[in-house]
C-alpha cells in the first residue's frame, strides 16, 4: 500500500485570521514518490518580490523559510528531489504551485481545465512559475464516479488508487485528489475550504474571504455542500483534510525539523 506523509510547505500569515499552513502530502510507494501540491518553493524563498511580487506577498501574508519548503522537507526525511517522480496538482495558485520547480523531472498530474486557467493569463497565477518547461499530464472529464462525485483516476502506476476529484469554484478546474488507504480513503480537498469549520458553519468568517478569491463562488458553495454530504454519508470511509487549516496538520510538521 502507498503510504502518506503529511508535509509543511509553507506559511501564511494573513491579518485577523489564525496562522495558515500548505499542507501537501507525500505519497511513498514502491514506484516512487509523488507530491500532492508542491507549496512555496526554493525559487520564491531566494527571491520573494521578483518572483511573487510585493501586492500579493502582502495580501496573502507569505513567510519565507527555506525549511519550509517541499524540497527540503523530502530531503529531512531521507529522500531527494530526484526519487519524486509526480506531482498531483490540486490547482495552480501561487502558494501551491511555487515548488514545482524544484522538481525538474517530475511528471506534474493536473485537471484540464485547471492547466488552460492557469496559462491563459488570468492574474491569479504567476507564470514565473511554470517558466521552466514543466511535463504537465492533463485529465478531461471522465464517467466514472466515487461516492457519487466525478473521479479521474491519475496516471502514477502506484500501488494505491490515485483520483482527481473535480471540486471546482475556488478556481475554475480545482481538484481534491483521493487516495485509497486499505478499505478507505483519504480525501485532500486542497483550497475547497480554507478552515473546516466552514463545513459545519456557513456564515464562518473566513468565507467572505473564500467568496472573494473565489473563481465561481456558486460553484464554490455546491462544492462545500456535496463535501458536507460526503462527510455525513461517507465519514467513516473518507478521511478529509484540506491545504490550510493548521488544525488539520499532525503538530511535528511545523517549525524546523
Ligand atoms: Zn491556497
Known amino acids: 500500500m502507498t503510504s502518506i506523509h503529511h508535509i509543511n510547505c509553507g506559511t501564511l500569515l494573513v491579518p485577523n485570521f489564525p496562522t495558515v499552513v500548505c499542507h501537501c502530502l507525500l505519497l511513498e510507494d514502491e514506484a516512487g514518490l509523488a507530491l500532492i501540491d508542491s507549496g512555496i518553493g526554493l525559487l520564491d524563498v531566494q527571491d520573494p518580490v521578483g518572483r511573487l511580487g510585493q501586492q500579493l506577498i502582502d495580501m496573502a501574508g507569505f513567510q519565507f523559510n527555506e525549511f519550509d519548503t517541499a524540497v527540503r522537507r523530502i530531503e529531512n526525511l531521507g529522500f531527494s528531489a530526484d526519487d519524486v517522480r509526480h506531482i498531483v496538482m490540486t490547482h495552480c495558485d501561487p502558494d501551491h504551485a511555487g515548488g514545482l520547480a524544484d522538481f525538474p523531472n517530475a511528471q506534474i498530474h ?11 493569463g488570468h492574474w491569479r497565477y504567476i507564470p514565473r512559475q511554470f517558466q521552466h518547461n514543466p511535463r ?5 472529464p471522465v464517467q466514472r464516479r466515487w461516492f457519487g462525485l466525478e473521479a479521474r483516476p491519475v496516471s502514477l502506476g502506484f500501488s494505491s488508487e490515485v483520483l482527481l476529484i473535480p471540486l471546482f469554484g475556488h478556481t475554475l478546474g480545482h ?12 480525501l485532500h480537498v486542497g483550497d475547497a475550504y480554507y478552515l473546516r469549520a466552514e463545513l459545519t458553519d456557513e456564515n464562518h468568517p473566513v468565507s467572505a474571504l473564500a467568496a472573494q478569491r473565489a473563481d465561481n463562488d456558486q460553484c464554490r458553495r455546491s462544492t462545500l455542500n456535496e463535501l ?8 467513516d470511509e473518507i478521511q478529509r483534510i484540506g491545504y490550510h487549516d493548521i488544525n488539520e496538520l499532525p503538530e511535528f510538521c511545523l517549525g524546523p525539523s
Open 110 to 120: 493536473v485537471a484540464r481545465e485547471e492547466l488552460s486557467h492557469a496559462l491563459s
Open 136 to 140: 504537465w499530464q492533463t485529465y478531461e
Open 175 to 186: 481538484c481534491g485528489v483521493a487516495v485509497q488507504q486499505g478499505d478507505g480513503w483519504l
Open 228 to 235: 458536507r454530504r460526503l462527510m455525513s454519508d461517507h465519514g
